[in-house]
């Protein structure tokens, strides 16, 4: 399998887009219906389970002085580092302390702060169209510089279930994370259930409305909405070398969990990189 940090270090691409929370199989199972076969798909083994993780594993005294970033996650931004507290349970040790002091404009030459304008309140998130639509800003705007663009989507909350995004958070969040590592998401969800207490977060929420097969659903059709918005890109800009990944995977149900962080089980590490070489010559 290949080392994702040497993917994005060594290979030649123009343009990286990276979906969050997107699995290796997922992908490989969908992408020929928006890219065909225009591209070369390999699986990669990502360095870590979340996002602000992996901002550390792949950009960590390895700056991209030469590329935009536009980010939906406020882990990275023009700010200075956030103030967003760490609430991996089994990560804080190893990353806590870099991810509070990672300062994103020390590590590329211009970050786009898309998830400060770009916030729904509706999907609590940001909408892959915004990203999308600022990335083709960029680009147009940038056309010796490299651009990376950092997808919100499909991360929970998913689109799909924009109706049903309010979730009281569980108490002792930490807690229940550990306990996630010891006994499966689903057993949580049912023991919180049983005892009369409110979801501990949007996935046992859906658990209990819809069940797996409705939690894959959600995942699946806003996996569908990010790859028509990441296919415009591909066909606007047939001169360049755009690469697809992600920071990371997701449970979908394996061993009854749900989610991502903390355990680097094949469903978390195993991403795609998807090369789509330049169609035309510059």
Avoid at 25 to 45: S, T
Avoid at 231 to 242: A, G, H, L, Q
Wanted: glycine letters at 6%; one cysteine or more.
């Amino acid at each position: 399998m290949n080392d994702q940090r040497k993917l994005i270090h060594k290979r030649d691409w123009d343009v990286l887009l990276v979906i969050d929370a997107c699995r290796y199989d997922y992908f490989k199972n969908m992408h020929k219906e928006f890219f065909g076969d225009i591209g070369k798909l390999e699986m990669a083994k990502s360095p870590a389970t979340w996002t602000g993780a992996w901002m550390v594993e792949i950009f960590h005294n390895k700056p991209m002085k030469d590329a935009i970033f536009i980010s939906s996650h406020k882990w990275i931004n023009s700010k200075g580092p956030s103030d967003e507290k760490v609430r991996i349970f089994s990560e804080r040790l190893k990353y806590g302390k870099m991810i509070r002091q990672f300062d994103a404009k020390d590590y590329f030459k211009d970050v786009i702060d898309a998830w400060e304008f770009g916030y729904d309140e509706k999907i609590k998130g940001i909408c892959p169209y915004v990203v999308t639509n600022e990335t083709i800003k960029t680009i147009d705007k940038n056309h010796n510089h490299r651009v990376i663009t950092k997808y919100w989507q499909v991360h929970d909350p998913y689109m799909y279930y924009s109706k049903e995004q309010s979730v009281k958070k569980a108490g002792f969040e930490n807690v229940y994370a550990f306990l996630g590592n010891l006994i499966s998401d689903e057993m949580i969800t049912h023991i919180r259930r049983y005892l009369e207490r409110s979801p501990m977060n949007v996935f046992s929420l859906y658990y209990i409305k819809y069940g797996k097969e409705g939690i894959i659903k959600g995942h699946v059709e806003d996996l569908k909405i990010t790859l028509k918005c990441i296919k415009r890109i591909v066909d606007r800009y047939p001169d360049k070398n755009i690469a697809i990944t992600s920071d990371h995977g997701e449970h979908m149900g394996e061993d009854g969990r749900f989610g991502h962080g903390g355990r680097l089980d094949k469903e978390i590490i195993e991403v795609p990189w998807y090369e789509i070489p330049a169609r035309n010559k510059r």
